[in-house]
């Protein structure tokens, strides 16, 4: 194995599907929040090993709509991570043998959700966690793989709210470098193209938000009270980041909950 790729993480991932030592339990924190997992499906929902634990109720929010539209899916508790937290020294490196290796790596990852699809009747894969979408797609071009925009669309009905809001698309240079795919946010734009009346402004990302200068670019780009969010680390930059100076708080989103309060608003 190439040096700078960490051995125990790689040992790790395989003998528990986690990139971290106790990690927590994926299928406590799924039937905590009434997901369903391991049943019978035409779509698989890919969470990402870290995106559970972290924002369970944002994936709450994901099966809500699901739900509404009598959307097909199930979410696996047992998940292999992709291992793209692997990549970063070998990108630090620009070692091209070193990264090529880590791919290979993902691809036996990967896999392994494949194949636990298929044994689930799946047909497709829902990437909700936006490193893996990138890794996924490369590692299995001819996949049915689609980043979870795209299945939200699918189960959107037409809306009408009038209200302004920011969207962050977020830069994906990271992504990049995991592999050459580009992110598809065009689901993204047809969810918001259904909801008459909405006014979108779209904030720029000339550089990653995890530098100090692109969150503040971020930040004081914001126009409305409502900022959404497609991207999990954008989002969580965003809260961090978010002014405490006493005035109306922003409201900080990412695109399942936005478009579930959307669909509970034209319900009532």
Known sequence: MHPLIDKQTVKLIRQTGATFANAPD???????????????????????????????????????????????????????????????????????????????????????????????????????????????????????????????????PSLERDMDIDYYAGCYRLHKKFAPVPMDLKGVSKCFSKIKGLGVHSISAPQCCYKPEGAAHMMNSVQTQTMVHVCTGCYFQALMNAPKDGKEPLNILMLPEFIDNMLQEAKS
């Open 26 to 156: 994926r299928k406590e924190i799924l039937e905590q929040h009434g997901l369903p997992c391991d049943q019978k499906a035409e779509n698989v929902i890919v969470t990402g090993c870290q995106i559970l634990p972290a924002m369970p109720k944002v994936l709450q929010a994901l099966a809500w709509v699901f739900d509404r539209a009598g959307f097909s899916y199930t979410f696996l508790s047992e998940e292999y991570c992709c291992g793209n937290n692997l990549y970063r020294p070998a990108i630090k490196a620009k070692d091209q043998e070193a990264l090529a290796e880590c791919q290979d790596l993902s691809r036996t990852f990967v896999e392994q959700n494949i194949n636990k699809a298929r044994q689930l009747g799946a047909s497709r894969l829902v990437i909700f966690c936006s490193p893996c979408y990138p890794i996924y797609k490369h590692a299995f071009p001819d996949e049915n793989i689609v980043f979870y925009p795209t299945a939200i669309d699918e189960c959107l």
